[in-house]
């Protein structure tokens, strides 16, 4: 079984920044994909970036020129720095991962990211 571990997250301030990392238990080498997602009550859970086959990079509209999604194949983590926080920022942030082969992709168990000043 794979985790996948979210750390991070807290409060914010707007226009400051903070950066989410998730580390996965398995080697991310073969990774189809990785991706932050966020939810706040009351909303699905939404795209914020992804990377797949370690090269494509998607943002969501709403965050682009802001967060920058990133991996480190040799702590098999990936990261998201989110700067110039806004308060629409604040949601549970969840890392997402899908390996290449069949099987689920696997979800973290979310880090919650507060933006207030």
């Known amino acids: 079984q794979v985790q996948l571990v979210e750390s991070g997250g807290g409060l914010g301030q707007p226009g400051g920044s903070l950066r989410l990392s998730c580390a996965a238990s398995?080697?991310?080498?073969?990774?189809?994909?990785m991706g932050w997602y966020r939810q706040t009550p009351g909303k699905q859970r939404e795209l914020v970036a992804e990377i797949i086959n370690h090269g494509i990079s998607n943002y969501a509209d709403s965050v682009k020129g802001r967060f920058t999604i990133s991996t480190d194949n040799a702590k098999n983590t990936m990261y998201l720095q989110m700067n110039s926080l806004k308060p629409e920022d604040a949601a549970v942030y969840y890392c997402?991962?899908?390996?290449?082969?069949?099987?689920?992709?696997?979800w973290g168990q979310g880090t919650q990211v507060t933006v207030s000043s």
């Open positions: 398995k080697s991310i080498f073969n990774i189809y994909a």
């Open positions: 997402r991962a899908e390996w290449l082969g069949p099987g689920e992709p696997y």
